[in-house]
């Protein structure tokens, strides 16, 4: 094993213990399993039993039900034997969250229970203690003793345990041991699993979920080093990115966390939590994990073509991002910047730029700029001939660039070759493209980007036509850093996908798994000429269905913009918008989340970097918002409790008049301006 996977340079999965949960068994290269959760009352049988069937129907291998007490638990049986009765067979799963009680009722009935080691045991009182060893120690007896009564259930009746943690919910004792880290969430993990292999009870799976992707990334390595180095085997690990929101939010979040770990061989079963209904989770999950399995992904596994890396300059368990210097607004200290491909628009007019960001304002003869307005357009061989907004500039081919006017607004872009041969060039930036292992020759000789090292007027972008490109991309960054080469560097990747959920997670993948290691002084996404004609004959469903929140005349340009941005939020690299962590909602939801999240959206979109929230019970979702600045939480029927932070500020408001309430909230503590 290389640090937390098999290879940082060739797909290879990691390989994991075998767990059997009903007839279905998960880990040990078994295939990916897909997941989602139920949202209706558990009491309510029949509708659990037909929202179930949705979702088994759309391809979920595992259903998980909520079982928030011990009548929930039982009512698990009747689920489960309509269910027979109607000839589904797909294992459930009862998701425990602080009722011991419950789960043993559930492990006797169902085929899997989740339990969640923050609340398992403990109450969360949001304390610190400074515990002396002795009593860290008596603590973890009283867990053994809480705990082992489930394991020998489970043990008996051949059910299968998730020991779930979750970075919102982690103990005080944790909390004031470790922080609210990703050791902490490591060790919440493992304190369980030592209790369960001393029973010799190993039908068990692993999760690290948080809401945010970097946090989870890095506790799932952690993890696998972990169980690694203390027990020389891995147990099968279920990946998620909790509370990960709506459309394209969601999407994109998931897919950076899910998707950066999946590109390293890691996961047995998926589920991302999105604030939709259940059977909508399923086909995100698919094409996250069919980008592993499709015919031509034997190239994946192709060795020799990158260099292997034996050692790494960066660590992968903690965020740091690579050294730069700053060529103009690139690279150093700054932002990433976003690059927007407009090579495929024949005739640019101001309209366009619409898309990325930029309104012009005919009567104050001003443009106006969002806080996703791209940097950057990339026109190919194009001029423009209307006066552009002060802060855009223009990449284009360099016999083009000799033609432009203006050097501070027009910047050449070169291959390595061409850029070493190239006179004149320009004074202040260059762009040179690099391809990264994509053939099979000379695939150590790093001449030509020697170079280049250190031009202080040349930002590198970097791609690679490799199947398995990003840790193609990542072996170049891996190499720079080894070089002391500082250039800045702009992650270039193209989508041959054809569906825009299919883009959203290839880009949010291959740049976001970069993103979260610190690599990357900008994004640039572009799409194969096959999939930007798809895409622009029917961008409006195809778009919509991803992302939902888009108006019906956007444009494939506005749809790359907005990607792009999400994934830069999503990585926490740069942030352009309001966040929102809203549960994806279960049985225990008081409220339609939904419709709320939509109605909070709607008002508070405008609010750049605020994060917001949105969580159904307040059972959980004070634990589960982890660090979000602002909770509107389901606190009984028709109740609303907000938060600031932590702090409970308004308790129990009437839900007709809450989001009113959370205005004036946000007002109350500067973290509201007017829209517009
Ligand atoms: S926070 Fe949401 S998903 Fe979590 S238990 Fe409560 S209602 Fe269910």
């Given amino acids: 094993m290389q640090l937390y996977c098999n290879s940082l340079t060739h797909y290879s999965r990691l390989a994991t213990r075998e767990v059997k949960i009903g007839d279905l068994l998960l880990g040990n290269f078994n295939p990916i399993r897909l997941q989602t959760m139920t949202t209706t009352d558990t009491m309510d049988t029949q509708a659990t039993v037909e929202q179930s069937i949705r979702c088994i129907e ?3 291998e595992l259903v998980r039900i909520t079982a928030p007490s011990k009548k929930e638990a039982e009512n698990l049986r009747l689920i489960k034997e309509e269910l027979h009765r109607r000839g589904y067979k797909t294992p459930l799963v009862a998701d425990i969250h602080f009722t011991p009680n419950a789960a043993e009722i559930a492990a006797r009935i169902v085929e899997k229970v989740r339990v969640n080691p923050g609340n398992y045991v403990d109450k969360k009182k949001f304390e610190q203690i400074d515990y002396t060893d002795a009593e860290y120690a ?22 299968a345990m998730r020991i779930g943690t979750n970075h919102g919910s982690l103990s005080d004792r944790i909390m004031s041991r470790y922080g609210d880290t990703p050791m902490g969430m490591v060790e919440s993990a493992m304190e369980f699993l030592r209790i369960a292999r001393y029973e010799s009870y190993h039908n068990i799976v692993l999760s690290m979920k948080a809401s945010n992707p970097q946090v989870m990334v890095q506790a799932y390595r952690l993890l696998i080093e972990q169980m690694d180095a203390e027990f020389g085997e891995i147990y099968p690990l279920h990946l998620g990115v909790t509370e990960a929101g709506d459309g394209e939010d969601g999407r994109v979040k998931s897919a950076a966390g899910i998707g950066t770990l999946l590109e390293d061989g890691i996961g047995d079963t998926v589920r991302v939590s999105l604030t939709e209904d259940p059977e909508f989770e399923i086909p995100v999950c698919r094409d996250l994990v069919k980008r592993y399995s499709l015919p031509s992904s034997g190239e994946f596994t192709k060795e020799g073509r990158v260099p292997t890396a034996d050692t790494i300059p960066y660590s992968p368990f903690n965020y740091s991002r690579r050294e730069s210097f700053a060529v103009d607004n690139i690279g150093g200290k700054q932002v990433p910047v976003v690059i927007a491909d407009f090579s495929r628009i024949e005739k640019i007019s101001p309209q366009h730029l619409n898309a990325i960001g930029y309104t012009y304002d005919e009567a104050r003869d001003k443009w106006n700029i969002s806080d ?10 194009q001029l423009i001939d209307f006066a552009l907004p002060g802060t855009l500039k223009v990449i284009v081919y360099p016999a083009t660039w000799r033609l432009a006017t203006d050097p501070l607004k027009y910047f050449p872009i070169y291959d390595t ?11 202040s930036l260059n762009f040179v493209m690099i391809d990264c292992f994509s053939d099979d020759t ?32 990542r072996r170049m960054l891996i190499e720079l850093m080894n070089r002391r080469i500082l250039n800045p560097v702009i992650l270039t990747c193209d989508s041959h996908w054809q569906t825009a959920d299919e883009h959203l997670i290839h880009y949010a993948t291959e740049t976001g798994a970069l993103l979260l290691d610190g690599f990357g002084d900008g994004i640039c996404l572009g799409m194969s000429a096959n999939s930007y004609q798809s895409a622009s004959a029917n961008t409006a469903d195809q778009m919509n269905a991803a992302g939902r929140n888009y108006t019906s005349n956007l444009s494939v340009e506005q749809f790359i913009n907005s990607t792009a941005f999400t994934i830069l939020q999503a990585t926490r690299t740069r942030i352009s918008k309001t966040e929102y962590i809203s549960c994806p909602s279960c049985g225990r939801t008081l409220f339609d989340l939904q419709e709320t999240t939509a109605k909070i959206r709607s008002v508070t979109h405008h609010l750049k970097g605020v994060k917001i929230a949105i969580m159904g019970c307040i059972v959980n979702g004070p634990g589960e918002m982890a660090d979000a600045d602002f909770g509107y939480v389901g606190s009984g029927v028709g109740k609303i409790t907000l938060y600031k932070g932590k702090e409970i500020v308004k308790r129990n408001v009437d839900s007709a008049i809450a989001v009113d309430e959370l205005i004036g909230l946000l007002k109350e503590n500067e973290a509201w301006v007017d829209p517009g």
Avoid: W
């Fill in 442 to 473: 000379a695939i150590n000789d790093f001449t030509h980007i020697d170079r280049l090292a250190n031009d202080k007027t040349v930002v590198f972008c970097v791609s690679s036509k490799n199947k398995h490109a990003m840790p193609a991309v």
């Fill in 58 to 60: 759309a391809g979920a």
């Fill in 417 to 427: 070759g061409g850029y070493l041969e190239a006179a004149p060039k320009s004074q």
């Fill in 372 to 381: 996703a307005a791209a940097d950057y357009i990339f026109t190919g061989h």
């Fill in 138 to 159: 008596e603590e973890i007896e009283r867990i053994t003793e809480r705990f082992t009564p489930l394991v020998k259930i489970c043990k008996e009746y051949g059910t």
